[in-house]
T-cell receptor, first 108, second 114 residues
């Protein structure tokens, strides 16, 4: 049973903000929410992780509502180089489960 | 920076051959993982190891085995390669438990079985 549900693909243009929402209705109390980014021919790379409310780093923001049943990754002012697959994961130990991810395509 | 290296970027083998994929990490991480990635299926966990000589089955262990004799090295073994094992294989490592379980990935090995 998949732990997360996210859109298969999203299109955007340079300079826009991209928001990817992930659904995780069965999230457990101890689960953290983590997002990874993967470029073609590379392994995934950690972007951001959070437990509740809002987390921000130099790359993205992660918004988590109080019920934690969903989360939104926000990429501000995307560029062509942000074209990648983005994975949403929920887990509380060292074993992570990756789904199919969301392919984000940024156009000029 | 953490570095995870894999022995080959591209590998071509024949059906029935025994295949070894090697992974080495240089940050003294406790945990190491092997995934395969196929179009539309995302990453699927094959095996993982949380300590030397320890291993646990992931979601799709059939047809694979692993070996972890040293902390920094985790090997994936295909005892008798088959065409349905043609895939991208990714190795990763992470620190032991804690709130941050960030996994660091290698560049991947694209294996083709003919």
């Amino acid at each position: 049973l998949a732990k997360t549900t996210q859109p298969i693909s999203m299109d955007s243009y340079e300079g826009q903000e991209v928001n990817i929402t992930c659904s995780h209705n069965n999230i457990a109390t101890n689960d953290y929410i983590t997002w990874y980014q993967q470029f073609p021919s590379q392994g995934p790379r950690f972007i951001i992780q959070g437990y509740k409310t809002k987390v921000t780093n130099e790359v993205a923001s992660l918004f988590i509502p109080a019920d934690r049943k969903s989360s939104t990754l926000s990429l501000p002012r995307v560029s062509l180089s942000d074209t990648a697959v983005y994975y949403c994961l929920v887990d509380n130990d060292y074993k992570l489960s990756f789904g199919a991810g969301t392919t984000v395509t940024v156009r000029a | 920076d953490v570095k995870v290296t894999q022995s080959s970027r591209y590998l071509v083998k024949r059906t029935g051959e025994k295949v070894f994929l090697e992974c080495v990490q240089d940050m003294d991480h406790e945990n190491m993982f092997w995934y395969r990635q196929d179009p539309g299926l995302g990453l699927r966990l094959i095996y993982f190891s949380y300590d030397v000589k320890m291993k646990e089955k992931g979601d799709i262990p059939e047809g694979y085995s692993v070996s972890r004799e040293k902390k920094e090295r985790f090997s994936l073994i295909l005892e008798s390669a088959s065409t349905n094992q043609t895939s991208m294989y990714l190795c990763a490592s992470s620190l032991s438990s804690g709130s941050s379980n960030e996994q660091f990935f290698g560049p991947g090995t694209r294996l083709t079985v003919l």
